[in-house]
């Protein structure tokens, strides 16, 4: 079905969002050509409950996957949202099973900064007011633990870096494993690359990839007569997994972790590379 053509009013509209948002990121990097933090993250709730849950709502609501038995109780339900990221939370005891609430947590928008703990835990308290508010869903619990933690290093060079360096830094990043070509090809050009990827083992992945070009592959920012012509952002991308976290860190606790295991393990990371540095 072909596209409704946009107004003038629209066209304007979309220009006007687009060039504030190309000033967001302008402003993002005016202090600072690079900073670490966490991304995206994935938690658990422990001890949770929940209250008020109004099925035939839901089920008119797009937003909701709802799965029921046959008697008509509610045995899972999900909520996906671009102001928080996504919601899963299982009833079903049936076979033994254990109920469950999982919760992922994005910036969302342009997502160019990232965060420390106390930025997690803000999205967290706004992820559970927000669904009480849209859902009128009640969620209560005693604490989190991360299953999933995207620890992201976001660099700003004033052109696009070529490929020997962008997997160069991806190598030293990445505690010396090389990226997987075999994996990643770019549609229009086979030779150039622009996501670079490595999967270290089951519990750790790493991904680096131009954010400027992302944003305009989204739309969010302009393809031709942009501010950022002469601004290029990579971000790389660490994802660990449950026991990984634990392993490094020491815990897995969203209470128990604070910013400065955090530093400290990011700082390990770019020792390593140094010592690859003067190896090459």
């Not at 969302?108 to 900064?113: C, H, I, K, V």
């Not at 190598?171 to 030779?191: A, I, Q, R, T, V």
Request: glycine share 4%; proline share 2%; charged share 30%.
């Amino acid at each position: 079905m072909a596209r409704r053509k946009l107004t003038p009013e629209e066209k304007q509209r979309r220009l006007e969002e687009k060039i504030n948002n190309e000033n967001s990121i302008l402003e993002v990097f005016s202090s600072m050509p690079c900073f670490a933090g966490i991304d995206k993250c994935k938690l658990s709730l422990q001890d949770f409950s929940v209250e008020r849950v109004e099925i035939k709502n839901l089920k008119q609501d797009r937003s909701c996957n709802l799965k029921t038995s046959i008697d008509g109780e509610l045995l899972s339900l999900d909520i996906k949202s671009e102001f928080f990221g996504k919601i899963t939370i299982s009833f079903d005891t049936s076979d033994f099973k254990t109920p469950y609430c999982y919760i992922e947590l994005i910036h969302g928008g342009l997502n160019f900064e990232t965060v420390g703990i106390a930025g997690i835990k803000n999205r967290l308290a706004n992820a559970i007011d927000f669904i009480k508010n849209n859902y009128g869903i009640i969620i209560t619990y005693s604490t989190a633990l991360f299953l999933e933690i995207e620890l992201a290093y976001t660099i700003a060079f004033d052109k696009t870096p070529n490929l020997q360096l962008r997997s160069f830094l991806h190598k030293c990043l990445s505690s010396g494993y090389p990226p997987n070509f075999g994996n990643e090809k770019s549609k229009k050009n086979n030779y150039d690359y622009p996501i670079l990827s490595c999967k270290i083992s089951n519990e750790e992945l790493t991904v680096t990839y131009d954010k400027i070009e992302k944003a305009k592959r989204k739309r969010q920012i302009r393809r031709e007569g942009s501010k950022l012509e002469n601004l290029n952002v990579q971000r790389f991308e660490l994802v660990l997994k449950k026991n990984k976290i634990k392993k490094i860190l020491g815990t897995n606790s969203l209470d128990l972790l604070n910013d400065a295991q955090l530093i400290e393990f990011l700082e390990s990371k770019l020792k390593f590379n140094n010592k690859c540095v003067h190896k090459v």
